[in-house]
């Protein structure tokens, strides 16, 4: 990924540099030969970007409407910043122990790709 712009999940967005990436806060971020999402919802996004990419913006919205993908979700909460601070708080502690193996195997596997 080095020197490409890329989108993560915001609880480990931070690793993309150790693979060279430049993290960008989008739900989808294309750049050149790469597409890269952040998160599960945006998982819809970035299906409708790359179809728009690959077979046009009329094809993607007909996608968009034939799943009737219009979120208007009730709360915002969707993102670390505009939600409140004891969710984000217990989020991450719950999942405490999951991101202290994903920095752990990220950290290791980032050494296998350093480029020289």
């Not at 989008?26 to 819809?44: E, H, I, M, S, Y």
């Not at 709360?75 to 670390?80: K, L, N, R, V």
């Not at 752990?104 to 050494?111: I, L, P």
């Amino acid at each position: 990924m080095n020197g490409y712009k890329a989108a993560g999940y915001w609880m480990v967005r931070d690793l993309l540099p150790l693979f060279g990436a430049e993290v960008v806060k989008q739900r989808v971020v294309v750049d050149r030969n790469r597409v890269t999402g952040a998160g599960v919802t945006a998982g819809l996004d970035f299906g409708l970007a790359l179809t728009a990419a690959l077979r046009g913006r009329e094809l993607a919205e007909t996608l968009q409407l034939l799943v009737e993908y219009d979120p208007q979700p009730p709360f915002s909460a969707g993102d670390p910043e505009t939600a409140p601070a004891p969710v984000v708080e217990c989020l991450q502690e719950m999942r405490r122990t999951e991101l202290v193996a994903a920095r752990e195997a990220a950290a290791a596997a980032s050494q296998k790709f350093k480029r020289p």
